[in-house]
């Protein structure tokens, strides 16, 4: 049984450790605890709390605190999360605060400064679920000059049976906050259908002179993931105005890239109707490829362009005009807005319906701008009902979801599931279980959706031992999304492919 009044202590000494609390009001919050905890006084015990200063993570915190909670009455099971968010929010500086401490650090010791604050705090106060986000299974695929991050996401927690029968009879989520991204989330108490933010802080700031404010991941994809998030609910959308923001967040943020994705379903993320962009300290694997068609744009000659070595469609823009680099850009938007080439099966519009938009991804260097348009079409077809330029069909069974701006840019998120079917895979290579395709061919079956590529595998022999086999189904994932990345360039990597791009650049103004 977890002692309450020394659980007290333990969060008041963390507090003043790792969310800035002042002790001058440890007293007050002392009381607060106490209250919250529904106990009468502080404990009498002189206690060794000297191990909290040594913590990079609040988890033995948090897990005693929701073991307390619950063990006490305060909670229901399920609602552990909520509360130990709830406590921690309570602990964190208030977000005026933690905007004034940002600012003040960013104008006395630069910005890396400021969000290296900003980022320990969100960790510290369990926005940021690091030790979850370790559990990610990570590796690199170097193919050649080019190489793809892949992840098996395994931070976001599965809900057990329990919880996902307490969702049937949950109350419907109301209006408030319109969706996970808008501003009212701050201090929100979170429901069993909405996640609790009383512990997240954001950054205020002006993107193309709108109020914007900027946010970790808490389950990030990669380094000091961020979120930039418009305060007004509209929806997304790639226009003129789209470059000016990202412009402005690399000024803002030249330690970080930018980047927002395309606005149509399919080729657009997973939240479409709250404008936002993807950020963050990390290099991703498109940045890295060098350019292998240089161009010239004779409207814009002091911009660099090029056509990047990548498996989809980018254009790369470089100059240290900031205006410049940004009416080249709009000018690229614009013209593929409306672009049609039936030879690559491109269609900006059927019946009415828009199908092209584009990914613009910006960085700062010592020479200025860098901006890589990824060029997206969202089509379908008989063949293709779920995207033309999408995941193909026989690749579905390791990635079927939307291949968003992070996948683009080669930083692949796999499913959970795969996980556990990988080396289950790999059992079968390796001859540890039985092949049977006819029982793998049962839709029951956990497998089911992988029966065709382990009968490849195994056609092309048994391995010798579980590393081989291993290596085997790795390599197998590592060549499926690159091929997931042919699949969604619009302009293919052959003849047909590079004349269709020639003839796109030619309407853009580029030769």
Not at 14 to 32: M, P, Q, T, V, W
Not at 278 to 283: A, K, T
Not at 365 to 385: A, C, H
Not at 478 to 494: E, G, H, M, Q, S
Request: glycine share 6%; hydrophobic share 35%.
């Amino acid at each position: 049984m977890v002692d309450g009044k020394i659980l007290v202590e333990k969060l008041l000494r963390y507090a003043e450790k790792f969310l800035h609390l002042s002790k001058r009001d440890e007293i007050y919050f002392r009381n607060i605890l106490l209250r919250e905890f529904k106990l009468d006084e502080p404990t009498e015990e002189n206690i060794d709390l000297s191990f909290i200063d040594t913590l990079d993570v609040p988890d033995v915190i948090v897990n005693e605190l929701e073991t307390f909670a619950l063990a006490s009455g305060l909670i229901e099971k399920g609602y552990e999360n909520l509360y130990s968010t709830y406590i921690f929010g309570i602990l964190s500086p208030l977000p005026s605060e933690v905007n004034r401490a940002f600012n003040e650090i960013k104008e006395k010791d630069g910005i890396e400064k400021a969000c290296q604050y900003f980022y320990d705090l969100s960790v510290k106060n369990n926005y940021v679920q690091k030790t979850a986000i370790g559990r990610n299974l990570k590796w690199e695929y170097q193919d050649g000059d080019r190489m793809l991050e892949i992840t098996v996401n395994l931070s976001k927690p599965e809900k057990d049976n329990k919880e996902i029968a307490k969702l049937l009879t949950a109350p419907k989520k109301s209006k408030y906050p319109a969706c996970l991204l808008c501003k009212e989330n701050e201090g929100y108490q979170g429901t069993l259908t909405h996640p609790a933010r009383e512990n997240i802080r954001t950054i205020s700031l002006t993107l193309g002179g709108e109020p914007w404010f900027v946010q970790y991941s808490p389950y990030a994809y990669y380094n000091e993931h961020m979120i930039a998030i418009s305060e007004n609910h509209t929806p997304m959308h790639i226009a003129a105005d789209t470059v000016d923001k990202v412009l402005d967040y690399v000024d803002f943020f030249p330690n970080y890239m930018i980047g927002s994705n395309a606005a149509l379903p399919i080729i657009g993320g997973s939240i479409l109707n709250h404008e936002h962009f993807q950020g963050g300290g990390h290099l991703m694997p498109m940045h890295k490829a060098p350019v292998k068609i240089k161009c010239v744009s004779d409207k814009y000659p002091e911009v660099k362009v090029g056509v990047v070595d990548w498996y989809n469609s980018v254009i790369r823009l470089e100059s240290s005009s900031r205006k410049a680099i940004r009416d080249l850009a709009v000018d690229i938007i614009n013209a593929w807005e409306t672009f049609t080439d039936e030879p690559c099966g491109i269609y900006a519009v059927t019946d009415g319906v828009r199908h092209n938009s584009l990914s613009p991804v910006c960085r700062k260097t010592d020479d200025g701008y860098i901006i890589d348009m990824i060029l997206r079409n969202n089509r379908t077809s008989e063949e293709y009902p779920d995207g033309i330029f999408h995941a193909h069909p026989e690749y579905h069974n390791i990635k079927k979801e939307g291949i968003g701006l992070i996948e683009a840019m080669g930083l692949f998120i796999l499913p959970g599931r795969l996980k556990k079917q990988l080396n289950m895979i790999a059992e079968i290579l390796c001859g540890k279980e039985e092949y049977d395709y006819e029982k793998l061919s049962n839709p029951e079956n956990y497998l089911y959706a992988h029966r065709d590529m382990i009968k490849e595998l195994v056609a092309s022999g048994i391995a010798p031992d579980m590393k081989t086999a291993e290596e085997r189904v790795t390599d197998r994932v590592n060549k499926t999304c690159k091929n997931i990345l042919y699949n969604t360039a619009v302009f293919k990597p052959d003849e047909q492919g590079m004349d269709g791009f020639k003839r796109f650049l030619l309407v853009a103004g580029i030769r």
